[in-house]
């Protein structure tokens, strides 16, 4: 009896196929670790490039604004704050969540302006941040105090300054008041800038002005080497410049929080003499908004395991009378979701990872509506491993 012959004829189609499928998906393993991360690393050089840009002509325009006070100009000035960006669309590739940028005041000081009579005047100022959550570049904010734009880091650099003392050595101070404002998101943020004439002037002998500064004494020698000034160190982060003019010229700015964000710039010009003293703008009051949006639902579960740290948010937004654009998740410098909305209501499930570790974190809700229009709603879970 002859043996049976076996059959092997699909044998090495078989075998082809799984070499080409197996070239196929080191390919594809080779483009989502490597080609990905460095066109995504263009697409966020791009918007860092840009949203540069943005601030320096916001820096611009805060002074020409208080500049046109005292000339018979057009003064409204309108300008847009690109703070984050998408990335490229992907067919088979995948991307990270798209880049949020978050505009804000860090923290609130005051400009002292001491008289010869031992008087003084407080002019309210806050120091602005804009920091961009890359996944790719380092995340170094650009950072604004007192005439002065840099990118932080290790080394803070320089991007744009203003000469603090005017051609006739007057002294120009800017108090910024914004009442903690806040604007995160991928979207670009518009700014109005509006100057208002309404500072009184002070007319009293001045011996000294304070400015309150996070800079180091280096950095400030570096960036005003031919300005005299003394530098004083205090027990908090914020130290002082102290300068010893005759002459000030004092201007106040206001960030209104409401959906135009506008801005409010007033100045007023202080020579040696006796007056009242210059009282702080404060913020325009934000009208009534007839519209009412709602966090109906915003519950957290931790779904930590020995490996990743994680949190389940359940949660549901509706809105009155316009329809809702987007809801933001996130975990504040780390984990984000963005969810498009179409319509009066919405609700969902999403997860967020916290890439600390366990421990105590804050999970923040934000709700957007057609018109711009925000709520949020902070609240704190503890992830356990």
């Given at each position: 009896?002859?043996?049976?012959?076996?059959?092997?004829?699909?044998?090495?189609?078989?075998?082809?196929?799984?070499?080409?499928?197996?070239?196929?998906?080191?390919?594809?393993?080779?483009?989502?670790?490597?080609?990905?991360?460095?066109?995504?690393?263009?697409?966020?050089?791009?918007?860092q490039?840009?949203?540069?840009?943005?601030?320096?002509?916001?820096?611009?325009?805060?002074?020409?604004?208080?500049?046109?006070?005292?000339?018979?100009?057009?003064?409204?000035?309108?300008?847009?704050?690109?703070?984050?960006?998408?990335?490229?669309?992907?067919?088979?590739?995948?991307?990270?969540?798209?880049?949020?940028?978050?505009?804000?005041?860090?923290?609130?000081?005051?400009?002292?302006?001491?008289?010869?009579?031992?008087?003084?005047?407080?002019?309210?100022?806050?120091?602005?941040?804009?920091?961009?959550?890359?996944?790719?570049?380092?995340?170094?904010?650009?950072?604004?105090?007192?005439?002065?734009l840099?990118?932080?880091?290790?080394?803070n650099?320089?991007?744009?300054?203003?000469?603090?003392?005017?051609?006739?050595?007057?002294?120009?101070?800017?108090g910024?008041?914004?009442?903690?404002?806040?604007?995160?998101?991928?979207?670009?943020?518009?700014?109005?800038?509006?100057?208002?004439?309404?500072?009184?002037?002070?007319?009293?002998?001045?011996?000294?002005?304070?400015?309150?500064?996070?800079?180091?004494?280096?950095?400030?020698?570096?960036?005003?080497?031919?300005?005299?000034?003394?530098?004083?160190?205090?027990?908090?982060?914020?130290?002082?410049?102290?300068?010893?003019?005759?002459?000030?010229?004092?201007?106040?700015?206001?960030?209104?929080?409401?959906?135009?964000?506008?801005?409010?710039?007033?100045?007023?010009?202080?020579?040696?003499s006796?007056?009242?003293?210059?009282?702080?703008?404060?913020?325009?009051?934000?009208?009534?908004?007839?519209?009412?949006?709602?966090?109906?639902?915003?519950?957290?579960?931790?779904?930590?395991?020995p490996?990743?740290?994680?949190?389940?948010?359940?949660?549901?937004v509706?809105?009155?009378?316009?329809?809702?654009?987007?809801?933001?998740?996130?975990?504040?410098?780390?984990?984000?979701?963005?969810?498009?909305?179409?319509?009066?209501?919405?609700?969902?499930?999403?997860?967020?990872?916290?890439?600390?570790?366990?421990?105590?974190?804050?999970?923040?809700?934000?709700?957007?509506?057609?018109?711009?229009?925000?709520?949020?709603?902070?609240?704190?879970?503890?992830?356990?491993?």
């Amino acid at each position: 009896m002859e043996p049976k012959k076996l059959d092997n004829r699909a044998v090495s189609e078989v075998i082809g196929f799984v070499l080409i499928f197996g070239i196929l998906v080191v390919s594809f393993s080779m483009y989502q670790a490597v080609m990905v991360p460095n066109q995504n690393e263009g697409t966020e050089f791009i918007h860092q490039q840009e949203v540069e840009n943005d601030l320096k002509e916001f820096h611009s325009e805060l002074h020409q604004a208080a500049d046109s006070v005292l000339q018979p100009v057009n003064s409204n000035r309108f300008l847009t704050i690109n703070l984050g960006t998408n990335y490229q669309n992907r067919i088979i590739a995948v991307n990270p969540p798209p880049v949020q940028g978050e505009f804000k005041s860090t923290q609130t000081e005051n400009i002292t302006i001491i008289y010869d009579d031992n008087s003084q005047n407080q002019i309210e100022t806050e120091f602005l941040e804009y920091n961009a959550l890359y996944n790719e570049l380092p995340r170094n904010p650009i950072k604004y105090e007192n005439s002065h734009l840099y990118r932080g880091g290790t080394n803070n650099i320089n991007i744009e300054k203003f000469n603090l003392y005017r051609t006739d050595d007057t002294l120009r101070i800017i108090g910024l008041q914004s009442d903690n404002y806040q604007n995160r998101g991928v979207q670009s943020s518009s700014l109005r800038l509006l100057p208002d004439d309404s500072v009184n002037v002070v007319n009293k002998s001045i011996t000294e002005v304070r400015i309150p500064t996070i800079l180091s004494e280096q950095e400030w020698n570096n960036t005003y080497e031919n300005t005299e000034y003394e530098y004083v160190e205090n027990e908090n982060e914020t130290n002082e410049i102290i300068f010893e003019p005759e002459i000030v010229e004092a201007l106040s700015v206001g960030i209104d929080t409401r959906g135009e964000n506008s801005v409010l710039a007033g100045e007023g010009i202080v020579p040696p003499s006796d007056d009242d003293p210059i009282d702080p703008i404060d913020p325009p009051e934000p009208p009534e908004d007839p519209n009412e949006l709602n966090i109906d639902t915003f519950e957290l579960t931790d779904r930590s395991n020995p490996t990743f740290a994680r949190v389940d948010v359940d949660w549901a937004v509706s809105s009155e009378d316009i329809e809702l654009s987007e809801v933001e998740i996130f975990i504040e410098d780390f984990d984000s979701e963005i969810i498009s909305i179409d319509g009066f209501e919405a609700s969902g499930t999403n997860q967020l990872e916290e890439r600390d570790g366990y421990g105590e974190v804050e999970v923040v809700l934000r709700v957007t509506d057609e018109e711009g229009n925000t709520l949020e709603e902070t609240q704190i879970i503890t992830l356990e491993n």
